[in-house]
């Protein structure tokens, strides 16, 4: 198993590893190899599933102004989430030199040498004109702090900032402490905004939901949270929890009616009508 430089382990490596292990013995199950894959039995190791969380537009805007008190990097943090629904680690990991306050933008990319974004690829999100104040006066905060204790100039001060972490601990180097900060500072956030408390993770899944609601292709969104396919961008959305709950509504529907061809509102097909077209079709994005 990999380790990082000082024998550190990355949770990033540890959980790369464990879902390599999974593949491995779901090949040899195929593969009659081996008879029972034993991932299903290590329940501990699974953990209990977690409900999937969405914010409404309104438990957003109370987090952001609970964040609000929580220190202008919090907020910042929280605000650039909310904006641009990158990951945790990938928030973290972003340095000043990733950061560009003219097009209000965020690249994110791999370390050289070290942590990469889970997709492994380099895409751009854009911010909102308050996040790029909030960065500014973040990166004002950072800069004075470098000046003051470090006794460099500001001018040494901007060309040092630049390769430090936005939000994380000093410079660019393995894994960094914050992730792990941030979400707790979250979970207090939402009991002061008196919202269900979440990770990190749930903002990005609020970002794609409040964009779809608003209109935003799937396509768009997919390409948005860095997903490989668009079956995971459906279920951050939760349209395949919606389609799930329509056909469930269909067949009870139907079963009712005494296997009469019905629409999920209930109300019977015409004679000449398939089942094909009786079930509810997908919104093309």
Known sequence: MATQAGGKLSNITLNKDLRHFRHIWQWLVRGNLATKNPWHEINWLKGTPQQKIWYTADQRDRLLAAANRLGT???????????T????????????????LTSLAITVASEPGGWEPKDHQ?????????????????AA????????HQHLTPEKADETLQGFRVFGIGLSAGHDPYERTFNTLLKKACRTAGT???????????????????????????????HSNL????????????????????????????????TVDGQPNS????QQDATPARTAC
Not at 73 to 83: E, M, V
Not at 143 to 148: C, I, Q
């Open 141 to 148: 905060a950072c800069r004075s702090s470098l000046v003051a």
């Open 196 to 226: 269900p408390e979440v990770t990190a993770h749930a903002l990005r899944r609020t970002v794609a939901r409040l964009a779809n609601e608003a209109g935003a292709g799937i396509r768009d969104l997919k390409e948005l949270l860095g």
């Open 271 to 274: 004679a000449g009508e398939s």
């Open 122 to 138: 380099i895409r751009r999100a854009f911010f909102s004109t308050e996040t790029g104040i909030l960065l500014r006066n973040w």
């Open 73 to 83: 990097k919090f907020h910042a943090a929280c605000s650039l989430f909310l904006d």
């Open 85 to 100: 629904a990158i990951r945790n680690g990938e928030l973290c990991h972003a340095t000043w030199q990733h950061v560009d």
């Open 231 to 262: 079956s995971t961008t459906e279920i951050y959305i939760g349209r395949e929890q919606e389609d799930a709950a329509r056909r469930v509504r269909l067949a009870l529907a139907r079963a009712k009616s005494g296997n009469k061809m019905v």
